[in-house]
């Protein structure tokens, strides 16, 4: 019976596993070749093709994605687009081969036979064909790159983390992704340096060996992106000059606190601060995210100054907290076990069970293509709970036959995905009272599917 399970029963379930990826692949590439010059609808992307002209930045955009479509548009002058796409595309293949590589590289078997390069390469254009993914690889948006670059990080991270001496190129392309990630994207400066840390500080307290040459290295990534990153911003940005509001603690605490509440307590509000906002105003407020950064804070800066209207931020959410204590906590729980459950809280919000900012990505790539992309984005949400509920199916059935399943020795190489997906899901959560959006932590969808290729045995088959 074991011999007979191990030689038929696991190997048809991965076969079943394989021919729903292929699906999702071949649906992606249909997609892509429908939509190859189409120009999604995101605000941001209008934003960007203006700085690309001006590179008149604020302290919100880096200069790298505007270089970018300027250097583009340059070679292709009409429909450049297409080559933009083609561009972002061909990036993320590769960090997610590279990606893919390392995890087999760490934890596989037969690694360079033809038949591991053939599983590698498949399982990366399931990964490229998240829909997610191919939308953002198909946008004027700077979430293709930056999730590129987080995945060659994160490789970085991995051999860092399973390694007994890192190479020193593992660290050059470390510092290299997480440069251009923080070129991308200015956020990714703090949550990417947090991994980074926690990564070098877990591999020190683990393993005795080659520290000196871990704690020169941790310093040199470090300390090196930080000074470039700086300088660069310091040449190219000049804060303030696009109008936006300065994010600072208290700003963070009326966008996920005070919001969506205003409204509700009102009358809880010293006289002073409704002097300033209306009632109307607060209902105008509590009607939209946006309206945190383009309505109230503008409207409170103008008529109070910046100074007094931080104290005033502070103080409506210290009243927002203490009289709807359980609904500021229980909406703050809820955002971020949406945005870690990513693809599981992406399908209940398909059909209104889960609040998520998933609908408006959706609209903007459904331009030319509505039912396609409904159909493709529904066909990766089911396909991927069965090829989970596969997985489990196979682990359960190895245990059972008491075969060795190689899920502790998988999960504990993914720690760094895990990690990273984990600051993401706190820095939008916590920072953010708008409905989570998985647009910013693309990395989270990649991180459950190589969880659950770890289920149903991708690197442990021979």
Not at 124 to 141: D, E
């Amino acid at each position: 019976m074991k011999e007979k399970f191990r030689k038929n029963i696991v190997p048809a379930l991965q076969l079943v596993a394989g021919i729903l990826m292929g699906i999702q692949i071949t649906i992606g590439f249909v997609w892509m070749a429908k939509n190859i010059t189409v120009i999604p609808t995101f605000g941001d992307s209008q934003e960007y093709l203006n700085l690309s002209q001006t590179l008149a930045l604020d302290e919100y955009r880096p200069i790298l994605y505007p270089l970018i479509l300027r250097w583009i548009q340059r070679v292709c002058k009409t429909d450049y687009q297409i080559l933009l796409y083609l561009f972002q595309t061909v990036i993320s293949f590769f960090s997610v081969f590279y990606g893919v590589h390392t995890v087999f590289e760490v934890t596989g078997k037969n690694k360079r036979s033809e038949k591991a390069i053939g599983r590698k390469v498949f399982f990366s254009l399931y990964l490229m064909t998240i829909p997610m993914i191919t939308f953002m690889n198909f946008c004027v948006l700077t979430d293709s790159l930056a999730t590129s670059m987080l995945m060659l990080f994160l490789s970085g991270c991995i051999l860092v983390y399973a390694k007994e001496r890192p190479p020193v190129k593992t660290y050059i392309l470390m510092t290299a992704a997480l440069l251009v990630e923080c070129l991308l994207r200015a956020d990714r400066l703090y949550s990417c340096l947090i991994l980074a840390v926690t990564v070098f500080l877990v591999r020190l307290i683990r393993k005795q060996k080659n520290r000196r040459q871990l704690m020169v290295a941790m310093f040199s990534v470090c300390l090196s992106v930080v000074a470039v990153v700086k300088t660069v911003d310091h040449f190219t940005q000049i804060p303030g000059l696009n109008g936006r509001i300065q994010t600072n603690f208290e700003f963070v605490l009326l966008d996920r606190i005070v919001w969506p509440n205003m409204a509700a307590n009102y009358s809880s509000f010293p006289e002073e601060i409704r002097d300033i906002i209306t009632l109307e105003d607060a209902r105008t407020f509590d009607s939209h995210n946006n309206n945190v950064m383009y309505q109230m804070a503008p409207l409170m800066e103008e008529k109070a100054g910046k100074e007094k209207a931080r104290e005033m931020y502070g103080e409506m959410a210290k009243i927002v907290f203490s009289n709807q204590t359980k609904k500021v906590l229980f909406d703050i729980g809820e955002d971020i076990l949406a945005m870690a459950a990513t693809p599981f809280s992406s399908m209940l919000n398909a059909h209104k069970l889960c609040k998520k900012g998933d609908s408006w990505n959706i609209h903007c790539m459904s331009s030319k293509e509505p039912d396609l992309t409904k159909y493709y984005n529904y066909y990766y949400q089911y396909a991927f709970l069965g090829l989970l509920v596969l997985g489990i199916f196979i682990t359960v059935l190895k245990r059972m036959m008491h075969q060795s399943t190689g899920i502790r020795k998988s999960f504990a190489v993914l720690l760094p995905y895990i990690g990273m997906s984990m600051i993401l899901t706190l820095w939008f959560s916590l920072g953010d009272g708008a409905p989570p959006n998985d647009r910013y932590a693309m990395i989270i969808y990649i991180t459950w599917s190589l969880l659950g290729a770890s289920l149903w045995g991708m690197w442990n088959r021979t």
